[in-house]
């Protein structure tokens, strides 16, 4: 976000230069306690923003421009009592190439340790006055993949993105007119619509995938692994094969079964259109389709899903509940404090959704498709099914769960909630209620 608080200089007043030597510094010592005055988006100080973001595949790189003009009309300044010399502006971290400057010449500007920038400007805004700078920086990102933030506040802030034509682009607002133009499409937001958080986005240029071929060594048999991804991604793919040859093995342990289908794994570098706005979307032996920006937890996710399948389970929550919590237990051999974050985050989310959208798992499904209506009700859904298969881990333990899985294979039909209930208490002495509180409460 960008602070609205620019260095208000203040100066004598010869109107009162009458006043006693004793009051005159008392004023002066005042007038310099202002001299740094945070204002809002009000009458006093007025800031415009144009803001252009340009998509520049060929160089890996997203060019920044912003005009900003800076009206003074604190009236605090009137008669030359003060004015204003700087503007403070939050830029990304990752910004590279950062430069400032006017009509005549370059700003002079500085990072403090607050994070944001100050920019200096090259001459003094008294009151009624204005002045334009412009701003320009590079984001960098893949050949054919691009994720960045437009990153904008206020109310008085025009942004336009031009994305070459051939890339699929997905927005997390929606509140844009969009051009389709011969070489590019451009997409609009009006000045007067509010900015109070950065609006992700995510472009991919279609285009034809290169494969990464690999090998997994099972305790039944040999797994071939393939990965197709776009050029550019060699980096992403061999993350990829990576933590899936690691994982599957891991996940075979856990378990307490080998890999179930007699079908090897493509997994396939996937858009957001592809994977349905999920991150990772498993169509079992057509490959898992994994959104380019996803984390290692979700392709972990999409391969436990080999293992719930096997399981016969008929119920939304013991399908992605299961994957969750063994995504978890990987994790946290692979990636410890990964692991540990993960569960963290998916308890305190379920803690603090609950009173809102709380329903029972009996009656959980999910959508083909994530929008802005349904996004918080599943992610509710999933923190819920991993809040109550954790507990079932934390309350019976990893020999119970594989000794249920065991039950699950041999029942070899599908699994309701009646039937996971019948099994979990053939298998453990503990109290299960807590269980059908999850389901039916």
């Not at 090897?264 to 490959?287: H, L, P, R």
Request: overall charge negative; aromatic content about 14%; hydrophobic content about 35%.
């Amino acid at each position: 976000m960008y602070i609205k608080t620019s260095q208000l200089i203040v100066m004598g007043n010869p109107e009162k230069r009458r006043l006693s030597a004793s009051a005159g510094i008392i004023l002066f010592i005042l007038l310099l306690c202002t001299a740094h005055i945070a204002l809002a988006d009000g009458e006093e100080v007025i800031t415009e923003i144009n803001s252009t973001y340009t998509l520049v595949p060929e160089d890996g790189i997203v060019k920044v421009s912003k005009e900003i003009t800076f009206h003074n009309n604190d009236s605090k300044t009137r008669y030359w009592r003060g004015y204003y010399s700087s503007f403070n502006h939050y830029l990304p971290d990752n910004a590279l190439k950062v430069e400032a400057f006017d009509s005549e010449r370059a700003l002079i500007f500085s990072r403090t340790s607050e994070g944001y920038h100050t920019f200096h400007f090259n001459r003094k805004v008294w009151y009624e006055e204005s002045y334009t700078f412009r701003i320009e920086y590079e984001l960098e990102t893949n050949k054919n993949t691009a994720v960045f933030s437009l990153s904008e506040y206020g109310q008085r802030t025009e942004v336009i993105l031009e994305v070459p034509a051939g890339f699929d682009t997905y927005l997390s607002r929606d509140d844009y007119e969009v051009e389709e133009r011969m070489y590019s499409s451009v997409y609009k937001f009006e000045k007067g619509q509010r900015w109070d958080r950065s609006c992700v986005v995510n472009s991919v240029r279609v285009s034809p995938r290169l494969t990464l071929k690999g090998t997994a060594v099972l305790s039944e048999r040999d797994v071939d692994v393939q990965i197709r991804y776009w050029e550019g991604e060699e980096a992403w793919a061999q993350g990829v094969m990576q933590t899936t040859l690691e994982s599957l093995v891991l996940l075979e342990e856990k378990w307490g079964f080998a890999y179930p289908p007699e079908y090897n794994i493509t997994i396939t570098q996937a858009n957001i259109t592809e994977t349905g706005g999920y991150g990772g979307y498993n169509q079992g032996s057509s490959g898992i389709w994994l959104l380019y920006t996803s984390n290692h937890g979700i392709l972990i996710h999409e391969l436990a899903h080999y293992w719930t399948r096997a399981c016969n389970f008929d119920q939304l929550w013991m399908e992605e509940g299961y994957a969750d919590l063994y995504t978890y237990l990987v994790l946290e051999e692979m990636e410890p404090e990964e692991g540990i974050s993960r569960r963290d985050r998916f308890l305190g989310k379920y803690d603090t959704m609950k009173e809102e959208y709380d329903f029972p798992l009996s009656d959980w499904s999910t959508p083909a498709s994530l929008d802005g209506f349904n996004e918080k009700q599943v992610d509710f859904g999933y923190k819920k099914s991993f809040a109550l298969t954790y507990s079932i881990y934390e309350t019976m333990g990893l020999e119970t769960l594989q000794d249920m899985n065991q039950q699950f294979l041999a029942l070899q039909s599908d699994i309701d909630n009646a039937d996971y209930l019948n099994i979990a208490d053939s298998v453990s002495d503990r109290d299960i209620s807590f269980i059908e509180m999850y389901l039916y409460a």
